[in-house]
């Protein structure tokens, strides 16, 4: 089902970065309530988000192949005793990409191919009562620092999503948004479901940024479990 106000659709982004002033807020989620076809798009940005997070992390290129197009690429002179600057690639990005380019294309293999890496163990958390999250958060701390190669995801549904929302504390006053952040740099994902925003008719808005949305927290535990092959703790 598509949205026929364009201006609406336009402003999901904004709004999933909590971009747009009080009134633009207020009057999307107003919308949302309404447009089923614009929380579908909604739900769908925010998975995208979080595939892309997932599969496509940045990367530091290699310091040998800086050396190795150093070396190629001087031309005599310059190797002979003149400075071999890398101003040369900024002042003429055209001639060095194309120098790169050509490299790449006629030379051997700068690295051996990269060994296929053995598929790590993957567990997917479910937490439906933030009453338990703090618990659950230390379960993953523990399970982290004895796999620091499992792969994990938070799926919270229910009144569990509530720790992952603005402002949100535990029973002693502590914030849990610091918290999730530093799990999120050890590779965790937090994922909220949004079918349980709109019943309890909390905006998207009020989810902190470190967390994104799923359309169905249920549907996407069972996708992981079936799809992906993550085995399934409820806490």
Not at 55 to 60: F, N, Q, T
Not at 61 to 85: K, V
Not at 168 to 185: H, S, Y
Request: aromatic fraction near 6%.
């Amino acid at each position: 089902m598509s949205c026929q106000d364009q201006d609406a659709a336009r402003r999901l982004d904004a709004y999933l970065d909590a971009e747009l002033d009080v009134p633009g807020t207020l009057a999307l989620e107003e919308h949302l309530r309404s447009c089923a076809g614009c929380r579908a798009a909604l739900a769908r940005l925010s998975a995208l988000r979080t595939a892309l997070q997932r599969e496509a992390p940045p990367e530091k290129a290699p310091e040998r192949l800086r050396e190795r197009l150093e070396a190629r690429l001087a031309p005599p002179a310059l190797r002979a005793g003149l400075s071999w600057q890398w101003g040369f690639a900024l002042a003429a990005p055209g001639i060095a990409a194309l120098a790169i380019a050509l490299w790449l294309a006629f030379s051997a293999p700068a690295f051996p191919p990269l060994a296929p890496q053995a598929s790590s163990m993957r567990v997917v958390y479910h937490i439906s009562s933030t009453a338990t999250a703090r618990g659950a958060l230390r379960n993953l701390a523990n399970h982290l620092n004895a796999s620091p190669e499992v792969r994990v995801v938070v799926v919270a549904h229910n009144d569990g999503v509530d720790f992952l929302l603005r402002g949100a504390r535990d029973e002693t006053g502590q914030p849990f948004e610091p918290e999730v952040r530093r799990f999120l740099e050890r590779g965790v994902d937090f994922r909220v479901c949004y079918n349980t925003l709109e019943r309890r008719h909390i905006g998207a808005s009020e989810v902190i940024p470190a967390a994104t949305l799923v359309p169905s927290g249920i549907a996407e535990i069972s996708r992981l479990q079936s799809k992906e092959g993550y085995s399934y703790m409820r806490l």
